[in-house]
């Protein structure tokens, strides 16, 4: 059953539309990209996922339910305003989000803050932009969700905060549980997302695995740059590319312990993030031994 | 039900705390002024506890009007219409609680006139006498009710109606915000609220006076007992004795108009609860 179904969505703002006649399945137990620029009807789609706007056409099924009370129960949403209030503490946001949610993991909650260096007392006023992303993601992550909606989880917070916040991601993500993750810094979070869904103006103009993107000889990034009719930065780019390949060939002939340590790495990354490729390189290295 | 009431205690208690305290820290400065016998901190005093008691019932209103906006389509609405629970009972959640502060703000300015006024009659007074002596002084003075319990009656009858009124119009201000979250007041919603209310309030207002003063319907207040008359409310006073012999001294009330705001209000809820179900939009 797909995690997320819909059918004809539709969703204006007086004049302006801003989901056209949308249709999409997502399967359940993988990493979604939603992608797209500024106003092309992300966060409309996530607010009507997420039961924030009700007053729209077409049909929405979480799990096959409609969005209302059942839905709720097994999507945890990290939007991208703080919903906390200003004058609460890290320890009231949690205090509260356990009293209201069954599935919120309080201890989980404390160790989060403890990592990303907040203490319980300090108030939400007092903290930065990165910070409060920070308890916001506490908050969505520390419930044991079906999906989790992410709209912007990165958005106006610094490197070091981006980096610790995808790590949090993939780290604490349920068995089975899926995401939706909307962003337009796909450069960020390219290589989390097992599929991607892309919205251009209110119309969804693609939905395929990262696997299919990448076996066409693209990255998603490269593949978002085509969709939306962008000049494709990745060309400019060859250079670095033919820099990195000579450096691998001289460091495989100069330091082989070294070169075997990252091609390694990089096969681990394969791995784990696209396992079909993975897979036939294996084949095809095994082949190639037997000849 | 009852973990969304307990968080829209905490969270509105913030506000509500400020002002309850300056209450307790004027009434407080009122009698340490008059245990030293300070006579012109007395009356600062006595007229700083009227305005703040005027002043909490203010406060109690825009924090109740305020906090439904903001934590149901202001930037925690995010959280509200997140939560597994009907529009109806997040409304109900609020409408509780609003009437819980309301309740007690209403008790605490009633409170705080009657009080403050029978402590500045027993420092007039000739003769010493406690603040109670004074009450019971004091309310026989205001109008002449045959007895203690007829007064009650009469206090808790005009108190509670007075409280009603509040009700309906926070009522009203709760389902105008709801409306301009919909789709053709979404641009500009806090005007909209703002107008609707009117629309909707004055004319409900007019329709509660008329039914008041000519529905042949008047709950009556007498010395001898209570009871309802099938008669205008002008035309109770002269028709009473048909119905209660020992009617004396009496006090009617026009009911209709009551009956008319409880089921307004009544229909509001639900129709506020529906949009929040099916029509409003968190921006």
Known sequence: ?291 | MKRLLKNEIKSTAQSMMGIYLATVITLAVMLLAQLANINWLTGVSYIALLIVGFLVFFVTMITVIRNFKLSLYGNEGYLSYALPVKGGTLLGAKTIVSAMWMLISFVLWIGVWVGSTAFLMSRLEEEEMTILEAIKELLPMLVDIPGTGVLVLSVSFIASYIFLLMLVFVAVIFFAITVAQTRYFLSGSTIWSILLSFIIFLPAFVVNVYLTNNAPLTFVITAGGVGFIPHSMQDARERVFDYIETATWNFPFGVAGMIFMLLMSAGLFIASAWLMNNRTNVK
């Open chain 1, 1 to 291: 059953m797909s995690i997320i179904s819909v059918q004809g969505l539709s969703k204006s703002y007086g004049q302006k539309e801003v989901l056209k006649d949308v249709s999409f399945d997502l399967e359940g137990g993988q990493i979604i990209g939603l992608l797209g620029p500024n106003g092309c009807g992300k966060t409309s789609l996530l607010k009507i996922l997420t039961g924030l706007i009700h007053d729209y056409t077409g049909e929405v099924l979480i799990d096959g339910m409609p969005i209302g009370v059942e839905s709720k129960k097994i999507v945890a949403f990290l939007p991208e305003r703080s919903y906390v209030a200003r004058w609460m503490s890290a320890k009231d946001a949690i205090e509260t989000i356990g009293s209201l949610f069954d599935d919120f993991d309080r201890d989980k909650a404390y160790d989060f803050l403890s990592r990303f260096k907040l203490t319980p007392d300090m108030k939400v006023k007092s903290m930065s932009k990165g910070m409060q992303e920070k308890l916001l993601l506490t908050l969505t992550m520390c419930r044991d969700a079906k999906l989790y909606v992410m709209d912007e989880p990165m958005g106006g917070v610094d490197p070091a905060a981006r980096r610790d916040i995808k790590e949090t991601i993939l780290s604490n993500r349920p068995k089975g549980s899926a995401m939706l993750i909307s962003t337009h810094q796909i450069h960020d979070l390219e290589d989390v997302f097992d599929h991607a869904l892309m919205i251009r103006e209110g119309d969804v103009i693609a939905n395929e695995s990262v696997a299919d993107i990448r076996k066409s000889g693209q990255s998603l990034e490269e593949y978002y740059c085509v969709k939306h009719g962008i000049p494709n930065k990745s060309k400019s780019a060859k250079p670095e590319v033919n820099q990195t390949a000579q450096f691998l060939e001289t460091l495989r002939l100069t330091d082989p312990e070294e070169y075997l340590r990252l091609l390694n790495a990089q096969l681990e990354k394969l791995r784990l993030n696209d396992t079909e490729s993975y897979a036939q390189l294996i084949i095809a290295q095994k082949e190639g031994g037997k000849q």
